[in-house]
């Protein structure tokens, strides 16, 4: 902008209304939102009002004029799996839009086989397919360290990290890019792309979920499936979730999910088995009996399990 | 002579901020949005060369507006439409064609009437460009 504009930046009598501009950018009921889906991540949100406090004073900036210049906003979201991080790229690009620094607010997921080709020359087509899909909005790349082999050198993800950096810097204007992965993986994949790192303004930390906030969250997630544990279903399942956290493969929010889906199964079963005819609160009561049937109990906490294979076939119960 | 094909074909040129916001419409509309080039431009020549696959899936203009730009680059001196096709059933058409990019320097068409039988008289129109081969026809 070449000359100071006298918008709704500032009033007559030359002050700035911090207030209005806020209300204005209707960010308030999406914070109001974070708050109550996403359960305890309190530094994150914190990072993520400071974030929209920095954009908001930039957009004021701008719109007085004092300068043009668009802050960073690429981000990387470091965590063990299930601590939301998806979620709250989602949310993120919510709050982008509402501000006004990206014009769609669409989030476009991606790992290394949407970005890297099997064969020369097919890497670049792909890449700048999906950063063109994710223009205007976000491009969320899942465990990002993977895009980089140091053990090959002739892999093809470097092709896709350069033209993602110079996406990064010479687009800002259209694209919004997180990087999410766990944490040491990124911090390695950080120091042997050290161009990431510096085009990297905000780096997120999500923390492990306690005890009490992996319960709050099973809450959740059942009451908005209709679905409600009674007081001895509840003990069980603090117990259930005290001896799943000490198991290998411990996926936090996705570990709750997967064994809510896994005890509604158990339920209907039961349910069935039991035939004849039940009042219908019976139908959304979850009993102790579906929690405690999971193999969780019958295994010893520090026996693992003889079978193993890769992680992803291992079932988690 | 000013070739006049799809829409907007009587107003002046779009610059690049009109053409964004007509793809944006496309998009908004959930068109994917194709680029195509001749240098052909007889009326009855509808399948132009294909610059690339449609783009599908996009959100923002900014892919097409890239696209374009790349397709310019390539072939300054051909004409350039944009296609915005719309897939719904009992439409199934292209919803919005118009030109992003024509030869500097248009010469036109020549009318010819050849007498038949009785009398008739038939029309053709050709090209004064395309007399030349592909890929020298408006290089001055």
């Known amino acids: 902008m070449s000359e100071p504009e006298t918008g709704p930046a500032a009033g007559e009598d030359g002050l700035v209304d911090l207030d209005a501009a806020y209300r204005e950018a209707q960010v308030e009921p999406l914070f109001d939102d974070l708050e109550r889906e996403l359960i305890g991540l309190t530094p994150v949100k914190r990072r993520i009002r400071e974030i929209a406090a920095l954009l908001l004073v930039a957009r004021l900036r701008q719109q007085l004029g004092l300068c043009a210049e668009r802050p960073s906003l690429h981000m990387s979201f470091t965590g063990p799996p299930g601590t939301g991080k998806t979620t709250v790229a989602l949310r993120m690009a919510m709050i982008l839009h509402k501000m006004g620094f990206v014009r769609r607010g669409h989030l476009v997921v991606a790992s290394r086989d949407d970005l890297v080709g099997q064969y020369v020359g097919h890497t670049a087509p792909k890449t700048r397919e999906v950063l063109k899909k994710a223009m205007g909005g976000v491009l969320f790349i899942d465990e990002a360290y993977y895009l980089y082999r140091p053990e090959n050198e002739r892999d093809y993800g470097q092709e896709a990290i350069e033209m993602l950096l110079q996406a990064m810097e010479n687009q800002r204007e259209d694209l919004v890019v997180i990087l999410a992965g766990y944490k040491e993986r990124m911090e390695v994949f950080f120091q042997s792309n050290p161009g990431f790192h510096s085009r990297i303004a905000h780096h997120i930390d999500f923390p492990d979920y306690s005890l009490e906030e992996l319960m709050a969250i099973a809450e959740l997630m059942l009451r908005r499936q209709m679905y409600r544990f009674d007081d001895e279903s509840r003990r069980a399942f603090g117990d259930y979730l005290e001896r799943r956290i000490r198991q290998p493969h411990f996926a936090n929010a996705r570990s709750v999910r997967n064994a809510l889906d896994r005890i509604r199964l158990r339920q209907a079963q039961r349910l069935v088995e039991q035939g004849g005819q039940i009042p219908p609160a019976e139908l959304s009561r979850i009993d102790a009996k579906d929690v405690l049937r999971s193999r969780v109990f019958s295994e010893a906490p520090e026996h693992e399990p003889s079978y193993a294979g890769p992680a992803s076939l291992r079932k988690e119960s | ?140």
């Open chain 2, 1 to 140: 002579m000013r070739v006049t094909q799809g829409t907007f074909s009587y107003l002046p040129d779009l610059d690049d901020d009109q053409v964004r916001a007509q793809v944006r419409y496309c998009l908004d509309k959930g068109w994917p949005v194709a680029i195509e080039y001749t240098d052909d431009p007889h009326p009855r020549n509808v399948y132009w060369e294909m610059w690339g696959l449609p783009l599908f899936d996009l959100k923002d203009p900014a892919g097409v507006m890239q696209e374009i730009a790349a397709c310019r680059e390539a072939f300054p001196d051909h004409y350039i439409r944009v296609n915005g096709y719309d897939r719904r059933l009992g439409r199934q058409t292209v919803g919005l064609s118009f030109i992003v990019n024509r030869p500097k320097h248009e010469p036109g068409f020549r009318l010819e009437r050849s007498e038949g039988p009785d009398r008739r008289i038939r029309y053709t129109i050709r090209s004064y460009a395309a007399q030349r081969p592909s890929g020298e026809r408006y290089s001055s």
